[in-house]
C-alpha cells in the first residue's frame, strides 16, 4: 500500500470530525457486475483521481492486488473514499465470486448500507439473490444500481422487473432510462423530481411516481401525510426526500438507479442518492461489547466522544510498510501516536489463538485502494488503515487499553475445500512457513490443518477460486510449493472375534527376557474406542506386568498392522499368562502385548474404516432433483429433508469423507452457485471392498 501514498493527482483524503457527514456502502454483486469499473467512474467524476482506470489493464484503484490484475476480478475486500456534496463516502468493493465470500461479509460488517450493483444485460442471479436475504436478515438498508447500461444487449426494463422479482415490491426506481432511437440510453428521468438528465424526451414517469410517494410515506413518521396525499395536496419534495432516508434506512424501501460508468450517465444522481437517501453511522445499530472475557455486555453508539472500539475488517500485507489493518471505527475516534488494545478471541479453531495486546498507533491513513493518505483523526463510523500492528488480525477489537472491550466476531464461511501442499525445498519450507503465518492472520476465511495422522499440510479454502489465490501468494512471498493429492485418515478394525498368544522369550546371558499373555479380542460398538479388560486368575501374570501388557496393545493399537492404519472398536481381554521370576519386565510383556494383538488379527481378519461425514446442503429447490442424484453418485445416504427459507430446501446426507473433497465446487456447479453447505465428521464406516 505504501507505494502509493503521494500518486500525481489524487486528492488529500477527507477527515471528516462528524458521524453524520460519513456515508458507507458496500458495492454488492456477481462478477462483471461492473462494480469495480462503477467505482472508477466514481472517483474520477469527483476529481479524486485525475482519470478511471481499467480491469482488462489491471490499473483500477480497487484491484490492485496481483491475483485480481491476473485473474481480471475482484479478490479482496477494497475501500476507495470520495467526498461528495460536503460529505465523505466510504465505497467499500467486493468480490462478486462465491468464493469470496469472506471478503463480502466483511464489507457487510463496515457499512451501513448495501448497493446491490445488477447488469442491465444479465439481470439477478441466484447466489445474489442469496446475499440479499443475508442482508434482509440483518435489516442492512439496500438499494440497486441497474448498470452497464451501454451494452448492446442492455435491457433496463426487463432487468428492472427482475430485480423486482428476486428482491420484492419494495424495489421502486428513483429514475428511468430515457431511449434513444437506436435503442441506447441516452438519459434519465426523475421519479419523484420530473427532471431530466442526458438527453431524450420526458417521459410519463406517474404510476412509478405513485408508487414511490406511496412506499415512502408509508415509512414516514408524520402519520398526516397519507391523508394529505389521498386528498390530493401535493407534498413538498424536501418532505419526501427527508422520509425517503427514513424508508431505506427501515429497509421498506429499495431504491432503483441506473448508471453507465462509461458515459457517467447517472452517477450525479447516484452520489446525491448515497448522500440524501442512505443513513450515517448515526443510524447503525449500537454495537454489543463485553470485557475481553465476554462480562460486562453493553451497547455502544456512535459517538466520537465515546469509548473506543474499533473492528479490523481487512489485513494486507504491504512490501513497504508491512501489515496493514484496515479499520471501521464504531465508538470514540482513533488519533495517531496512541495506544490501542488489541483482543481477538473465538477464532481458535480456525488457527487465530485467543490474544490481547497493547500496540501504539504510530501513523493514521485513509486507505485509497493500495494507497494510504494520511489523516489526523479517524472518528466513530469511519474506516481507516493502520500499519504495522503486529498482532492485529482480521476479525481483532482495537480499544482503549485502560477499558479494553471485544466485539463478537462476524459470521464467516466455513473453508470446506481442501488443499494438499508441500514445499519443494528446505528453504522453501522456511519460507512457506513464515507466509502461512501472515496469510492466516489477514484470512479468517482460511483454516490451516497440520494432520499428524497423514502427515499432510492441509490448507481448507471456501473454493477454487480462492485456492489459487492463497497459492498464488504463498508463491509471490517466496515459497516454491506444490500440491497433492489430498489422504483421507483411514481405521481398521477386527472382521470377527478371536484369541492371539503372545510370547516372547530370549537368553544372552545374564538376565533374559521372558513373558507369555493369552488375549481374547472382539469388534465393539463403532466409536467406543479400546477398552482393555483383566481376567487372569491365580497370579498367572503378576499385577505390575498386567498394565505392561495393555500397554503393548495400544501401543500396537495406534502403530496399525496394515499400512500403519491405527486400529479402532476393539475389545481386548487378557486371560492367561505366564511370567519368570527373574527374567520377567514391563518391555518383555509389552511385547507379549503387541504380538498377541498381532496373532490374534490374523485369525480374525482386518476392516478398513473409512470417515463418513454429516452434510447439509441448503439448495433452491428447483436445484433438488440435481443435488439429490450427485448425493447418491457419492455413495451418500440421505437421512432427510426440510423446508428451508419460502423456496429453498436443506438436505441432510452422510457421505463419505473422500468423496467430498472437491464437493464445494462440484455443488456450486449444479446449482448456478447458489447452494451452499456444511459437513461435520459424524462416524466410521467399512470400505466397499
Same mark, same amino acid.
Given at each position: 500500500?505504501?507505494?502509493?501514498?503521494?500518486?500525481?493527482?489524487?486528492?488529500?483524503?477527507?477527515?471528516?470530525?462528524?458521524?453524520?457527514?460519513?456515508?458507507?456502502?458496500?458495492?454488492?454483486?456477481?462478477?462483471?457486475?461492473?462494480?469495480?469499473?462503477?467505482?472508477?467512474?466514481?472517483?474520477?467524476?469527483?476529481?479524486?483521481?485525475?482519470?478511471?482506470?481499467?480491469?482488462?489493464d489491471g490499473t483500477t484503484v480497487c484491484d490492485h492486488d496481483s491475483a485480481a490484475v491476473e485473474q481480471q476480478r475482484s479478490v479482496a475486500l477494497s475501500v476507495a473514499p470520495l467526498d461528495h456534496d460536503g460529505h465523505k463516502i466510504n465505497l467499500i468493493d467486493t468480490p462478486g465470486y462465491a468464493d469470496f465470500v469472506g471478503e463480502l461479509r466483511a464489507g457487510l460488517r463496515a457499512a451501513d448500507a448495501a448497493l446491490f450493483v445488477v447488469s442491465a444485460e444479465e439481470g439477478v442471479d441466484?447466489?445474489?439473490?442469496?446475499?440479499?436475504?443475508?442482508?434482509?436478515?440483518?435489516?442492512?438498508?439496500?438499494?440497486?444500481?441497474?448498470?452497464?447500461?451501454?451494452?448492446?444487449?442492455?435491457?433496463?426494463?426487463?432487468?428492472?422487473?427482475?430485480?423486482?422479482?428476486?428482491?420484492?415490491?419494495?424495489?421502486?426506481?428513483?429514475?428511468?432510462?430515457?431511449?434513444?432511437?437506436?435503442?441506447?440510453?441516452?438519459?434519465?428521468?426523475?421519479?419523484?423530481?420530473?427532471?431530466?438528465?442526458?438527453?431524450?424526451?420526458?417521459?410519463?414517469?406517474?404510476?412509478?411516481?405513485?408508487?414511490?410517494?406511496?412506499?415512502?410515506?408509508?415509512?414516514?413518521?408524520?402519520?398526516? =401525510?397519507?391523508?394529505?396525499?389521498?386528498?390530493?395536496?401535493?407534498?413538498?419534495?424536501?418532505? =419526501?426526500?427527508?422520509?425517503?432516508?427514513?424508508?431505506?434506512?427501515?429497509?421498506?424501501?429499495?431504491?432503483?438507479?441506473?448508471?453507465?460508468?462509461a458515459t457517467e450517465l447517472g452517477l450525479p444522481e447516484l452520489l446525491d442518492g448515497v448522500v440524501r437517501g442512505f443513513p450515517s453511522p448515526l443510524e447503525h445499530p449500537s454495537v454489543q461489547v463485553t470485557d475481553p472475557h465476554g462480562g460486562n455486555p453493553r451497547e455502544l453508539p456512535a459517538d466520537p466522544a465515546g469509548p473506543l472500539v474499533a473492528e479490523v475488517v481487512h489485513t494486507s500485507v504491504d512490501s513497504y510498510v508491512g501489515r496493514v489493518s484496515l479499520a471501521r471505527v464504531f465508538s470514540g475516534t482513533v488519533l495517531p501516536e496512541r495506544a490501542v488494545h488489541v483482543s481477538g478471541h473465538g477464532m481458535a479453531e480456525r488457527g487465530h489463538p485467543d490474544h490481547d495486546e497493547d500496540e501504539r498507533v504510530a501513523h493514521l491513513y485513509s486507505p485509497l485502494g493500495s494507497g494510504l493518505r494520511g489523516v489526523p483523526r479517524c472518528v466513530a463510523g469511519d474506516l481507516c488503515a493502520l500499519t504495522k500492528l503486529g498482532s492485529a488480525e482480521t476479525g481483532d477489537t482495537l480499544s482503549d487499553p485502560g477499558s479494553p472491550l471485544l466485539l463478537s466476531p462476524w459470521p464467516m464461511p466455513d473453508p470446506l475445500l481442501p488443499v494438499a501442499v508441500v514445499a519443494r525445498t528446505r528453504s522453501d519450507e522456511d519460507a512457506l512457513a513464515r507466509n502461512l503465518n501472515r496469510l492466516v492472520a489477514a484470512d479468517p476465511s482460511l483454516r490451516l490443518q497440520r494432520d499428524g495422522e497423514t502427515h499432510q499440510l492441509v490448507l481448507w479454502c471456501t473454493g477454487e477460486a480462492h485456492a489459487d489465490v492463497v497459492l498464488q501468494r504463498l508463491r509471490d512471498g517466496g515459497a516454491e510449493i506444490d500440491t497433492e493429492p489430498l489422504r483421507v485418515p483411514l481405521r481398521q478394525t477386527f472382521r470377527q472375534a478371536a484369541k492371539g498368544h503372545g510370547s516372547h522369550k530370549k537368553q544372552s546371558g545374564g538376565h533374559g527376557q521372558f513373558a507369555v499373555c493369552d488375549i481374547e479380542v472382539e469388534p465393539a460398538p463403532r466409536g467406543s474406542g479400546i477398552e482393555f479388560a483383566d481376567r487372569v486368575v491365580g497370579g498367572a501374570i503378576p499385577k505390575q506386568f498386567i498394565a505392561s501388557v495393555e500397554k503393548g496393545v495400544r501401543a500396537q493399537v495406534e502403530r496399525g498392522l496394515e499400512d500403519g492404519l491405527p486400529l479402532v472398536d476393539l475389545k481386548v481381554t487378557?486371560?492367561?499368562?505366564?511370567?519368570?521370576?527373574?527374567?520377567?519386565?514391563?518391555?518383555?510383556?509389552?511385547?507379549?502385548?503387541?504380538?498377541? =494383538?498381532?496373532?490374534?488379527?490374523?485369525?480374525?481378519?482386518?476392516?478398513?474404516?473409512?470417515p463418513v461425514d454429516a452434510v447439509a446442503v441448503s439448495i433452491p429447490d428447483e436445484h433438488l432433483g440435481v443435488i439429490l442424484g450427485d448425493l447418491s453418485s457419492r455413495r451418500g445416504k440421505v437421512v432427510g429433508t426440510e423446508p428451508e427459507d419460502t423456496g429453498w430446501t436443506v438436505v441432510r446426507a452422510h457421505v463419505p469423507a473422500s468423496e467430498l473433497a472437491?464437493?464445494?465446487?462440484?455443488?456450486?456447479? =449444479?446449482?448456478?452457485?447458489?447452494?451452499?453447505f456444511t459437513r461435520r465428521f459424524e462416524r466410521y464406516d467399512p470400505m466397499p471392498t
Open positions: 500500500m505504501g507505494s502509493k501514498q503521494n500518486a500525481p493527482g489524487v486528492q488529500a483524503a477527507p477527515a471528516p470530525t462528524d458521524p453524520s457527514g460519513i456515508r458507507n456502502v458496500v458495492l454488492v454483486g456477481p462478477s462483471a457486475a461492473g462494480k469495480t469499473t462503477l467505482v472508477e467512474a466514481l472517483l474520477a467524476t469527483t476529481g479524486t483521481i485525475p482519470r478511471s482506470g481499467s480491469v482488462v441466484a447466489a445474489t439473490r442469496a446475499i440479499w436475504q443475508e442482508c434482509a436478515r440483518v435489516r442492512m438498508p439496500r438499494a440497486v444500481v441497474l448498470s452497464r447500461l451501454d451494452q448492446h444487449r442492455a435491457d433496463p426494463a426487463t432487468a428492472l422487473e427482475s430485480c423486482r422479482e428476486a428482491f420484492g415490491a419494495g424495489v421502486l426506481p428513483l429514475h428511468l432510462p430515457l431511449r434513444g432511437p437506436d435503442g441506447g440510453t441516452t438519459g434519465l428521468a426523475g421519479v419523484l423530481t420530473g427532471t431530466v438528465s442526458g438527453t431524450g424526451a420526458a417521459r410519463d414517469c406517474e404510476r412509478e411516481r405513485a408508487e414511490l410517494i406511496e412506499a415512502i410515506i408509508a415509512e414516514s413518521e408524520d402519520e398526516s =401525510l397519507m391523508d394529505r396525499y389521498v386528498a390530493g395536496e401535493r407534498i413538498e419534495e424536501p418532505v =419526501l426526500i427527508r422520509d425517503l432516508e427514513t424508508a431505506v434506512a427501515r429497509g421498506g424501501l429499495h431504491p432503483v438507479l441506473p448508471v453507465c460508468a487378557l486371560v492367561d499368562g505366564k511370567a519368570h521370576s527373574v527374567d520377567s519386565s514391563d518391555a518383555a510383556f509389552q511385547t507379549a502385548g503387541a504380538l498377541a =494383538l498381532r496373532g490374534a488379527a490374523e485369525q480374525a481378519g482386518l476392516v478398513t474404516l473409512e472437491r464437493y464445494s465446487i462440484n455443488v456450486r456447479s =449444479l446449482s448456478s452457485g447458489s447452494a451452499t
